[in-house]
């Protein structure tokens, strides 16, 4: 009797092992720092990287969120051009990543999803997609290159 009921505790013990649902291994999760941004409107190509600024994004088991900073400020510290910041959910199935835009300095950006083709390459994750933000007349695609940040 004892060694059945060792049995059926240990396939409980091993069942249960293997319906966790915390994602290990994800190579999205982490923090990453822009290292590059291209935008394509139309037939225009142009960098928007802007090498005064220093951004990163931090992407955990279910939320995204992007800081960015101007590296030597203005006097005016409360400036626009200063600081820009969000986050929001996201999912990521395969190569295909969507962001659910909550929280934005810019309200007119909140509750806005944005999809995007996500690709690793060693520490460099690559998204590309398009952004949509039909009130304020922005349709254009994004590519951004990040490195993650290192402990």
Same mark, same amino acid.
């Given at each position: 009797?004892?060694?059945?009921?060792?049995?059926?505790?240990?396939?409980?013990?091993?069942?249960?092992?293997?319906?966790?649902? #915390?994602?290990?291994?994800?190579?999205?999760?982490?923090?990453? =720092?822009? *290292?590059?941004?291209?935008?394509? @409107?139309?037939?225009?190509?142009?960098?928007?990287?802007?090498? %005064?600024?220093?951004?990163?994004?931090?992407?955990?088991?279910?939320?995204?969120?992007?800081?960015?900073?101007?590296?030597?400020? =203005? #006097?005016?510290?409360?400036?626009?051009? =200063?600081?820009?910041?969000?986050? /929001?959910?996201?999912?990521? *199935?395969? %190569?295909?990543?969507?962001?659910?835009?909550?929280?934005?300095?810019?309200?007119?950006?909140?509750?806005?999803?944005?999809?995007?083709?996500?690709?690793?390459? /060693?520490?460099?994750?690559?998204?590309? /997609?398009? @952004?949509?933000? @039909?009130?304020?007349?922005?349709?254009?695609?994004?590519?951004?290159?990040?490195?993650?940040?290192?402990?």
């Amino acid at each position: 009797m004892k060694i059945k009921t060792l049995r059926i505790l240990l396939v409980a013990i091993v069942g249960l092992a293997g319906c966790q649902t #915390k994602q290990t291994n994800v190579p999205i999760i982490g923090t990453w =720092e822009l *290292v590059s941004a291209t935008t394509i @409107e139309g037939d225009t190509t142009f960098s928007t990287f802007d090498a %005064s600024h220093k951004m990163i994004k931090i992407i955990n088991e279910t939320h995204f969120a992007f800081l960015n900073h101007k590296i030597r400020p =203005e #006097k005016d510290t409360t400036s626009a051009n =200063e600081f820009t910041g969000g986050g /929001g959910t996201y999912s990521l *199935v395969d %190569s295909n990543y969507t962001e659910n835009l909550d929280y934005f300095v810019d309200k007119a950006w909140e509750n806005h999803r944005f999809q995007f083709v996500v690709s690793f390459d /060693g520490d460099t994750l690559v998204q590309k /997609g398009v @952004e949509k933000v @039909e009130k304020l007349a922005i349709d254009r695609i994004i590519i951004e290159k990040y490195i993650r940040v290192k402990k």
